[in-house]
């Protein structure tokens, strides 16, 4: 079934540490148009990300929205630097050989030298950038599943609107070629009145009429365009059947539909005709709006 470039999917899991959400938002547009928005430390995922919006969907404005929370104390790692270490200790052995030895404590405790600047270094332990990927692609796919089953529900409503204006669109067809011949009629009973009006008791010619005849049903002859009218709409049908991403080809499509309605309705002046060119067109229009939003 067709799918709606309208959707919202939102996914949310504690791996690894971190409580990681994901919403994913989209709408119509031309063409598949990302962005993903993450906390800056996580920025690296952003390609491993796209990539997989890049597989899911194929047509549409997908923004992604990423949160990350890390639960409980970060690992750290503390370090000594020990040339600095060795540098206060030589220092501090001056300075009891200068005091010789009356003012200044020969022994000096471990806590002592981790108070002094620079001694102590605390950082944060080597995180796995591609581990972490994982994770955040790891909830995202989850998201994306959301987002795609609330686009294929919407798309089986707008495939089941289109469907029943196109049954619409075929009745209305019906009745323009059942209409057609009859003003062919209709027009050579009023060419034969008009005839004889002017020439009163002189005989009409009676081929002459035929010829004329013939010539406005050419004129006005609608089989070519209801014919391809008819293969559009079974076209049409096939692929809202299908599971491949159609919208560009729907909107081709309808746009060949709305030239054959203009081509009948130019060629017919009938005032019966006109009319069902009129409902025709507005339920092309209808189509063509419900079709932008089909992937």
Not at 7 to 19: C, H, P, Q, V
Not at 191 to 199: G, I, S
Not at 221 to 229: I, S, Y
Request: contains cysteine.
């Amino acid at each position: 079934m067709v799918k709606s470039m309208t959707g919202y999917g939102r996914a949310r899991r504690t791996i690894g540490g971190r409580d990681i959400t994901v919403e994913v938002r989209s709408v119509n547009n031309r063409y598949l148009d990302c962005s993903v928005k993450l906390p800056r430390a996580y920025i690296f995922a952003e390609d491993a990300i796209k990539a997989l919006v890049q597989k899911s969907t194929s047509r549409g404005k997908v923004d992604i929205f990423v949160t990350v929370e890390a639960l409980g104390a970060e690992e750290s790692v503390v370090t000594v630097n020990e040339a600095l270490v060795k540098s206060y200790l030589s220092a501090m052995q001056k300075i009891y050989e200068l005091g010789g030895g009356r003012w200044v404590r020969e022994s000096c405790y471990a806590t002592d030298l981790a108070r002094l600047p620079d001694v102590l270094t605390l950082t944060k332990a080597e995180e796995n950038l591609e581990s972490i990927s994982a994770d955040l692609c790891a909830v995202t796919e989850e998201a994306l599943e959301a987002h795609a089953a609330m686009r294929q529900q919407e798309g089986e409503k707008l495939a089941e609107d289109i469907l029943g204006r196109l049954e619409t669109i075929e009745g209305l067809t019906a009745r323009v070629e059942e209409r057609s011949p009859q003003t062919v009629a209709e027009y050579r009973e009023k060419l034969m009145n008009r005839m004889q009006e002017v020439l009163q008791s002189a005989a009409v010619d009676e081929n002459r009429i035929l010829t004329e005849a013939a010539i406005f049903a050419d004129k006005v002859a609608v089989d070519e365009e209801t014919v391809r009218l008819r293969s559009h709409l079974s076209q049409l049908r096939e692929m809202l059947s299908g599971g491949e991403p159609v919208g560009r080809k729907l909107d081709f499509l309808i746009q060949e539909v709305n030239r054959e309605s203009n081509t009948i309705g130019s060629k017919c002046n009938d005032v019966q005709i006109a009319r069902c060119v009129v409902d025709l067109k507005a339920e092309v229009e209808k189509i063509r709006e419900q079709v932008q939003n089909i992937e």
